[in-house]
Each structure stands twice: as structure tokens, then as C-alpha cells.
């Protein structure tokens, strides 16, 4: 009776359009449907998809050019129009039920990652935006992913030295100049293969940094895992 109860007073809604759904977290299927998740063909280096049939273990031009510090990164979403909209209200809107949903979504994008890694981390917020915002969206991602995962969670392992500027506008080259230095690093990650965690992967501005600053605590390898990313410049607003 009391569950009947609660579903009449607070019924399950989707996370995107507010239509009545079966669970709590759960999306209808219309705004699924609109959901553009990542699978291959991809760049096996930063796992951006490839938009014409490729050969497995191909790296896209971008990484030929200019190869990231971390040795893969892999992301579930791409960062579209609906793929904003759903993390903007996770992130911003305190929609903190949609992590169930989100799991499944990391544990299959993160497949080839999880061989052999000692620890996920990930990338943290300054003290005074995680007071503001009352939570950091990458920490929750983390210790949700490390308890279906059975992975090991360093919550507090990087930490920002200094508040940046938002982000939100600049370009790869202004990114990479807000960022640096940032970061630095509290635990001891010598020979250790980690799992770097952020929601977004833009222009890999952030991400770069936070895999320096563990490159210089010891981590023999860094990999990135994220809940979407971006895959076209127009696309670079998180």
C-alpha cells in the first residue's frame, strides 16, 4: 500500500522530457531513441568515432598529429544536442537518480579499459565549486562505476591547486593554457595503471592535465573513461 502510495505521489519520470516511466532514472523510450551512443569503429587511441567503416587499431588523424599523454580514452554518449541536455541535469539540475542509468552505460564503453587497471580516479572540482555545486558529477561516476566494478576508488587522489575559469567558449589552445598547473596529486601512484573519470571529454584540455599530474606521481599508465564526448568542434560548449 505505501509503495502504491509513493509511486502516486512521486512517480518514476524520465530524465529528459518528464514522462511517466516504469523505474526511477529510467529514460522513455522516445528520448533513448535520441540518445547517440559510441561503438565501433573507433580511434583506438582516443575512442572518437569513426563516421566511415575503418579497420580495427586505426588512430583518427587528430592523435597521428598530436598523440595524447593517455594511452586510451573511451566515452558512452556522444556529447549531441540530447547528450548535453542529459548530463546538464545530472550535473547542474541535481538529477543524482540518473546514475543507476548511467552504470551500464560506462561499464560497456569501458570494456577495454578495466584489464589490469589498480585504481579509478577522477578528475576533481575546485573547493569552492564543489561547494557551490554540493557534489562532484565525476566523483559520483567513479564510486558508482568502482562499486558495480569492484574497482578500487581514490576519491581524493588529484586535487585542483588553483579555481579555473570556466570553460566554456575557449578554444583547445585557451583550455590547455587555463589548465596547467592546476592539478596536482596526493597519493603515491608509482607503477600503478589508472583509470581517469570526468563526465565530458571537449577538446582533452583537462584531461591532458590531470594525466601529467599523475605521469609525475608515478602512474606507469593513464586511461580515461567518460560518460560522453564531444566529436565535433561545434560541439565544444561543457
Avoid at 587511441?45 to 598529429?65: I, K, Q, S
Wanted: hydrophobic content about 45%; some cysteine; aromatic content about 6%.
Amino acid at each position: 500500500m505505501l509503495a502504491v502510495l509513493t509511486d502516486f505521489l512521486l512517480p518514476a519520470l524520465c530524465g529528459l522530457c518528464g514522462s511517466r516511466v516504469d523505474q526511477t532514472g529510467a529514460l522513455c523510450a522516445a528520448c533513448w531513441h535520441k540518445l547517440t551512443f559510441i561503438a565501433p569503429p573507433c580511434c583506438v587511441r582516443c575512442g572518437v568515432p569513426f563516421t566511415t567503416p575503418a579497420a580495427a587499431g586505426l588512430e583518427c588523424a587528430a592523435c597521428l598529429a598530436d598523440p595524447p599523454s593517455y594511452s586510451k580514452a573511451r566515452a558512452a554518449l556522444v556529447y549531441d544536442e540530447v547528450g548535453r541536455k542529459l548530463i546538464s541535469r545530472f550535473k547542474y539540475g541535481d538529477k543524482l537518480h540518473l546514475l543507476p542509468t548511467f552504470v551500464p552505460w560506462l561499464q560497456r564503453a569501458a570494456t577495454d579499459l578495466q584489464s589490469g587497471v589498480d585504481v579509478i580516479v577522477p578528475v576533481p572540482l575546485h573547493w569552492s565549486r564543489l561547494w557551490r555545486r554540493r557534489y562532484n558529477q565525476s566523483a559520483l561516476l567513479a564510486r558508482a562505476l568502482g562499486q558495480v566494478t569492484g574497482l578500487p576508488v581514490d576519491l581524493h587522489g588529484l586535487r585542483r591547486t588553483r579555481r579555473t575559469a570556466r570553460q566554456v567558449g575557449m578554444t583547445r589552445a585557451q583550455r590547455l593554457k587555463n589548465v596547467r598547473d592546476a592539478f596536482a596529486v596526493r597519493t603515491d601512484y608509482t607503477g600503478r595503471i589508472v583509470l581517469l573519470m570526468d563526465d565530458v571529454h571537449t577538446t582533452g584540455a583537462t584531461l591532458e592535465a590531470c594525466t601529467t599530474a599523475l605521469q609525475n606521481a608515478g602512474a606507469q599508465e593513464v586511461r580515461v573513461l567518460t560518460l560522453a564526448r564531444v566529436v565535433r568542434p561545434e560541439q565544444v560548449d561543457a
